[in-house]
């Protein structure tokens, strides 16, 4: 892993960006690195919409290249969320689809006016 994405993902860990400038900026060191990756092109995707809302609160998209590594991150606060409404959801399902790499809908869960979605893409 280069310096640049290291550094990005150290600001991430001491709380000094969010997540979501963090997956901006690896996006952008990602666009800007000559490496091919597997997976090219496909992406984890979260999507949570509150209130009947019909554009989402929450809209992460996650390069499966990244998926994988911040998927401890990223399934603490679904989890977290979900079980917060009395949702039990098996969160396995994100990591073998990540390995996979296949087109999927991993989770769709909707309550009332709120909806998550996460889906390989």
């Known amino acids: 892993m280069n310096e640049e994405k290291m550094r990005v993902l150290k600001l991430l860990e001491e709380k000094k960006i969010g997540a979501a400038e963090a997956m901006s900026l690896l996006e952008a060191l990602d666009t800007s690195s000559p490496e091919p990756e ?43 969320k979900l079980e917060g409404k009395g949702y039990n959801v098996d969160l396995g399902r994100i990591q073998e689809a990540i390995e996979q790499q296949a087109p999927m809908k991993i989770v769709d869960v909707q309550d009332g006016g709120d909806k998550v979605e996460i889906f390989i893409e």
């Open 38 to 80: 597997a997976g090219k092109g496909r992406a984890l995707r979260i999507r949570v919409y509150e209130g009947g809302a019909p554009e989402p609160k929450v809209n992460v998209n996650v390069p499966l290249g990244w998926a994988k590594f911040m998927l401890p991150f990223i399934e603490g606060k679904i989890r977290s």
